[in-house]
């Protein structure tokens, strides 16, 4: 079955547990087969007066013997199933994560959150179910019934069982013509719970958003119809379940009903014994459990089967930027960065996101880049640690073709501060690490770099301090500035800093420039602002509008152009006199 191929090495090497708890299963059915025995044998000699005192003793003990044994394998069978169950949910959510990580970041620009959260819960739910209960409750469903059957044939003949036996032919006809309906109702299913997810991961999120436009009670009404739709979803599928129920359960008592008949019948005439009735109805009565429990060992394997092909669907799916045949690892880089008539488009776009970008940035040198909202910055920043990949020939590190370094050793020289900034949670020192190995003095060293050492120390925990939903709430700047602090500590030979002074004011703006410039002067640097005030030091500064390169100089030359820049910067040399003067 192809459908496993994610979680078939598991299964094979956990075969041997896999084999022995059915076993263990199958040791459960043929001990429940000597209880209806022993009281058909009882009847009997209760009947012909022949009941002794050792025959409550012998038989006392031997409903004692099989109740313990049953225990034990019970208890056995649960153990190592479940046990092999709980085994395949934790590798697959395992490989489930790996590939989470694998996956281009493009993947998540075109796939949903609540998508591939749903992915790591429910789906994997269903599958654990099915490889664990599904799997026990199948075994069942077919060696009780065949130890059964063997039994009624050799207590009241083949005539007898077949006529017991007969109305099942309607049961396999109803169930295998509800297969195809139930697998898509499980898959409409998983989609309205991935689609509630989202919704409800969308509004957490954004809750600050929704609560300052004031959106409640739109998000909620939002939410009741996905909800709404969820619950349509669901009862869909229970409505299947519900007519397949009780339509088991009455194929069950129509089972027993001929039995009564037919058996009562042969009784009456002789030809089997009262004990050998109450056995046969014994066994029959132990018939309705196997049988009930198909529908719902079908709807288990349904609803695993789907989320296995949800769950084989991401595994299967390749991230589009990987190491090339050739990718040479280089660690002393010298970072020399140029851009070649380099035109950039999104995989999902039609329209370009940058057009014929012509950069020569040396060793030591920064590079700053302005334009307005959308016209191309952070596309073209990404494209150095191959967030996206560029075209071959039109980017270069050190006369290397970026395509040709592998993502490791490339992406461990740059220090990356991204426009918007994400801190886990745990501890502030844990998030400058962000979990790598670095001594006490050079966490403060990069904290004062980033001009956060001292709001840090004024924290009752200092670095110890938990940042996240269950620790101190910091601000906007706060934040930036950690996430600052994050990408100098590794000592980076790029820095690439991307709109991320935004949430300091001018004043803060500058001290953090100061500090960072020591940093700086060693290392190639590229800095992505708004503000003028952040970039005009830089060697070169270009100014990018719709993905084109329309003005590029120094502060000073691009003052003298009276283009773009010029004109922004005295937009916002008066709006700092304005502020200053209030
Ligand atoms: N993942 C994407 N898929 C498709 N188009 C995208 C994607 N990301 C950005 N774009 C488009 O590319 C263009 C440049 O976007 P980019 O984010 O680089 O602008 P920016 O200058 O950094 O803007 P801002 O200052 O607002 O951050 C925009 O037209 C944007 O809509």
């Known amino acids: 079955m192809n459908e496993l191929r994610y979680i078939k090495d598991v299964i094979l090497k956990c ?51 099989v109740s313990i044994s049953t225990a034990v394998f019970r208890f056995s069978w649960r153990y190592l199933v479940f046990g092999v169950s709980k085994l395949i949910e934790k590798t697959i959510r395992e490989r489930l994560y790996i590939q989470y990580q694998r996956l281009s970041p493009n993947y998540y ?27 026990a409750l199948i075994s069942d469903s077919l060696l009780l019934p065949a ?33 195809k309906n139930m697998h898509i109702r499980i898959n409409r299913m998983q989609e309205a719970i991935s689609d509630l997810t989202e919704k409800t991961r969308e509004n957490i999120s954004g809750i600050r958003v929704v609560k300052s436009f004031v959106q409640e009670s739109e998000e909620v009404e939002k939410f009741k119809k996905s909800n709404l739709h969820n619950k349509e979803m669901n009862l869909k599928f229970v409505r299947i379940m519900s007519t397949l129920h009780p339509f088991v ?61 949800r769950v084989n669907i991401l595994m299967d799916e390749n991230p589009d930027i990987v190491d090339s045949d050739d990718s040479i690892s280089i660690d002393s880089l010298d970072w020399k960065i140029e851009m070649k008539h380099l035109n950039f488009t999104y995989p999902e776009s039609h329209t370009p996101s940058l ?29 150095i640690p191959r967030l996206f990949n560029a075209s071959a020939g039109t980017l270069f590190i050190d006369d290397v073709d970026i395509n040709r370094i592998s993502l490791s050793s490339l992406r461990k020289n740059i220090g990356y501060v991204p426009q918007d900034t994400i801190l886990f949670s745990a501890t502030i020192k844990e998030n400058i690490c962000f979990f790598r190995d670095f001594d006490d003095e050079s966490i403060i ?31 906007g700047g706060q934040k930036q500035r950690i996430s600052i602090a994050r990408a100098i500590i590794g000592n980076p030979s790029l820095l690439v800093l991307d709109d991320c002074l935004s949430a300091v004011d001018t004043h803060t703006e500058a001290l953090i420039l100061g500090a960072l410039k020591e940093i700086m002067k060693e290392r190639t640097s590229i800095i992505v602002s708004h503000r003028i005030s952040a970039i005009k030091d830089a060697d070169e ?42």
Not at 32 to 59: A, C, E, H, I, R
Not at 147 to 174: E, Q
Request: include cysteine.
């Open 541 to 582: 500064i270009i100014m990018l509008d719709e993905g084109r390169i329309i003005e590029r100089g120094n502060h000073d030359s691009l003052l003298e152009q009276k283009g773009i820049y010029c004109e922004l910067y005295q937009k916002q040399l008066l709006a700092a006199k304005i502020e200053e003067e209030e």
């Open 445 to 475: 060293k990069a904290a004062k770099a980033a001009g956060i050492h001292n709001d840090i120390i004024d924290f009752p925990r200092q670095y110890e301090t938990i940042v996240g939903e269950r620790g101190v709430n910091l601000s």
């Open 15 to 65: 075969k041997y547990k896999y084999i022995a708890g059915i076993i263990c299963i199958f040791m459960v059915d043929i001990l429940q087969m000597v209880l209806p025995k022993v009281l058909g044998v009882l009847t009997d000699k209760l009947k012909s007066g022949n009941f002794t005192k050792d025959d409550l003793v012998t038989y006392s003990i031997l409903i004692v013997v």
């Open 109 to 135: 620009n075109v796939h949903k959150t609540g998508d591939l959260m749903s992915h790591a819960t429910n789906d994997i739910d269903n599958i654990r179910m099915m490889v664990g209960q599904g799997v």
């Open 249 to 309: 359960m009455a194929i069950s008592y129509l089972t027993f009903a001929i039995t009564l008949l037919y058996g009562g019948l042969k009784v009456i005439y002789s030809e089997i014994t009262i004990g050998e009735f109450v056995t046969f109805a014994g066994y029959l009565l132990q018939l309705i459990w196997p049988i009930a429990a198909l529908g719902w060992v079908t709807s288990i394997f349904q609803k695993g089967i789907v989320s296995l092909k």
């Open 147 to 179: 130890a059964i059957l063997v039994m009624l044939i050799l207590t009241a003949g083949v005539k007898m069982t077949l006529a017991a036996f007969s109305p099942m032919i309607f049961l396999i006809i109803v169930v295998v013509s509800n297969v």
């Open 355 to 383: 057009e014929n970008i012509n950069i020569s940035l040396k060793k030591g040198k920064t590079l700053a880049i302005c334009g307005k909202t959308g016209s191309g910055k952070t596309t073209l920043i990404n494209l």
